[in-house]
Each structure stands twice: as C-alpha cells, then as structure tokens.
T-cell receptor, first 114, second 114 residues
C-alpha cells in the first residue's frame, strides 16, 4: 500500500515570509495524483493544490506552489507571502488512478507569526 | 450550496451503544468514502463505495459498517461503540473515472465514546 510521510509535525513562519512544507510518498504506480489540503480550526478540509504525476510542470495556485520530484517521490508545498489566514494543519495526500484510494500524511501544523 | 452534508456535528456515546453517522452529497459523485482523523495519524480510510450497491473496506474497517443504497447517501454505522472509536469522522466524495479531482469533504463529526 502507498504511504505518505510528512516529517515536519510543526512549522512556523513570519508573516509575509516564505515557508516550505515537505512530503514524501512511497508507490510502485506510475499513474497517480498528489494533493495538499488545508484544515483550519473550523475542521473543514480545503483543497489547496493538485498535481498529476504525468505532468512535469509544477502546479501553482496564487501564493501556493509545489516542487514535484517524481524520481525522488517528493512533493513539497511552498507558501509565499504568508498570511495569518494560512495558519492551519496541512495534509499531503496521494491518490491512485482508482479514485477511492486516497492516502494522507500525518499533517504539518503551520503557525504564522505576525 | 452543493456539497457533502454530514450529521451530526458532535456526538457523545456510551460504550456499547450503536449509532449511524449520516452522509449525503448532491453532486452526483460516484465515489464516497469515510475517514477517521486522529492526532498524529492524519486521515485513515474506513470504508469506501464506488457506486450504489458497492462497498469495500479501507485501512481501519473493524467496528464499522456501511451501505450505499443510493448514489447520494453513504451512512456509517458504529455497531458497538468503544473508546478507541473516539475520533473525528469525515465523509468525502469525488467523481468517477480518471481525473485529477480531489475529494470534497463534509464538515466532520466529532465523536466521543465514554
């Protein structure tokens, strides 16, 4: 089974600075999708960004971008110009081509300091 | 608004009691799943369904039962609640077929078993 590892239980960043959250995964599949989800204190799971494994170009969504290294099985999230509203738990997730099989990492709690 | 609706939001059960967590989606999604979220462990898959009448087990299915009689509804039943089932439960859905769509999550149910 695929596993997803987030090695940073907690991270902090100064407002307006940049922070990178790490994620690695283990798989023998060639076709899959990767996601970052944000969970604020409200508990709602919010999709931040997605990446298809067959695409070499790194995904970008406004201040959020990823560094996808397929050979290294690494999928880090970079948040630029951090804002107070970015404070949340962030989960990295792996999804097989069969959509039901989504696996999550343990999460990284991000604190943004004013 | 379209989305995934979970009820109740909070529940306290006594050991041995049974209950059903409700989940409904109005997006005509084929795939639905139940996850539990525990501190330091991310989200773990309990059961999933690839369509009406079809269900299967995930990583942590023991003590839970599901059914999918319609496309819209996917209830999760706790047969005899145990303190180890204290957790936050999320229902999620996504489109069928090969796509880069992530899951749409409900707002979660915080369950405490005493």
């Amino acid at each position: 089974a695929q596993t997803v590892t987030q090695s940073q239980p907690e991270m902090s960043v100064q407002e307006a600075e940049t922070v990178t959250l790490s994620c690695t995964y283990d798989t023998s599949e060639s076709d899959y999708y990767l996601f970052w989800y944000k969970q604020p204190p409200s508990r709602q799971m919010i999709l931040v960004i997605r990446q298809e494994a067959y695409k070499q170009q790194n995904a970008t969504e406004n201040r959020f971008s990823v560094n996808f290294q397929k050979a290294a099985k690494s999928f880090s999230l970079k948040i630029s110009d951090s804002q107070l509203g970015d404070a949340a738990m962030y989960f990295c997730a792996y999804r097989s081509a069969a959509p039901f099989d989504m696996r999550f990492g343990a999460g990284t709690r991000l604190t943004v300091k004013p | 608004n379209a989305g995934v609706t979970q009820t109740p939001k909070f529940q306290v059960l006594k050991t041995g009691q049974s209950m059903t967590l409700q989940c409904a989606q109005d997006m005509n999604h084929e795939y639905m799943s139940w996850y539990r979220q525990d501190p330091g462990m991310g989200l773990r898959l309990i059961h999933y369904s690839v369509g009406a009448g079809i269900t299967d087990q995930g990583e942590v299915p023991n003590g839970y039962n599901v059914s999918r009689s319609t496309t819209e509804d996917f209830p999760l039943r706790l047969l005899s609640a145990a303190p180890s089932q204290t957790s936050v439960y999320f229902c999620a859905s996504t489109r069928g077929g090969r796509s880069n769509y992530g899951y749409t999550f409900g707002s979660g149910t915080r369950l405490t078993v005493v």
